[in-house]
């Protein structure tokens, strides 16, 4: 089997292959302070628990936008699975060049998110990751990664309006009913929820006025199943995105 890491802000998300298939998956929040000690403890229990020892993994591809956590991870899969990691990062090949300023500024997720869309679904697409941060990654009809649009996450919205102010309360993120709320809380729930998806409606709508021809639409990330309630932007929802791309990008590197 093939292990597939993606080290995100917020969470760590595992996938075990089975060949092209992904047997099962995985997520533990990212806690920078946690030892390797402590991950492969954590992560050798939930494999087992999802009826995957270590001995059946026979590779591993991380990819990681947090560095100090790419160590510990590094040290999990040579210590504990006995396989030294393949990492996604500049030098590795991923079949997507790169077109911009400064390609070395692009995170590792978005490219390895370009690179399972456009394998599934052609191009062009554009790949909205709904996590830590709302990202648009484009790719154009012949594959190449030609940019986006970064904002604050959801997550990171809905945390701020709570520490930020004095007397709103903090709340469970849920599509409300109506965008006039009634009180507090579906005020906030229509504000942040809706706000979104007039933030993603009106960016796909300016990218794809930029672009030649048509683009598909998908989302990836934890809030991506959310948003299709509330918009027919969206055409496709993947929750398995980034780890679909880093097995892919794994195949194409490991002779």
């Known amino acids: 089997m093939l292990l597939a890491i993606d080290i995100g802000n917020t969470n760590v998300t595992f996938g075990a292959f089975d060949g092209d298939k992904i047997k099962t998956t995985w997520r533990v929040s990212t806690a920078i302070h946690r030892t390797s000690d402590e991950y492969a403890h954590l992560m050798l229990s939930l494999m087992e628990r999802r009826g995957v020892t270590g001995s059946q993994i026979k590779d591993v591809v991380v990819c990681s936008v947090v560095p100090p956590m790419l160590i510990v991870f590094e040290q999990v899969c ?14 590795v090949k991923t079949g997507v060049r790169i077109d911009m300023d400064n390609p070395r ?15 599934l679904y052609g191009g062009p697409v554009i790949v909205i990751d709904m996590g830590t941060a709302t990202t648009f990654d ?3 009809k012949d594959g190449r990664y030609i940019g986006g649009a970064i904002a604050p996450g959801i997550a990171i ?30 005020a906030m729930q229509s504000g942040i929820l809706f706000g979104y998806i007039g933030l993603i409606e009106g960016l796909v709508q300016r990218i794809q006025a930029e672009l030649d021809e048509k683009a598909r639409v998908v989302a990836t990330g934890g809030f ?25 990008i794994y195949n194409m590197n490991r002779d």
């Not at 918009?231 to 995105?241: F, G, M, R, W």
């Open 78 to 91: 040579k210590s504990f699975l006995k396989k030294a990691p393949l990492i996604v990062e500049a030098g």
């Open 105 to 119: 500024e692009v995170g590792p997720d978005r490219i390895v998110n370009a690179v399972a869309a456009h394998n």
């Open 138 to 140: 484009v790719v154009s």
């Open 157 to 186: 919205a809905t945390e701020a309006l709570f520490t930020r102010t004095a007397v709103l309360p903090r709340i469970e993120l849920a599509i409300p009913k109506k965008a006039i709320g009634r009180n507090s809380v579906a």
């Open 224 to 248: 991506a199943t959310m948003a299709p309630q509330a918009t027919s932007v969206i055409e496709i929802v993947n929750p398995d995105l980034t780890l679909i791309g880093l097995r892919l």
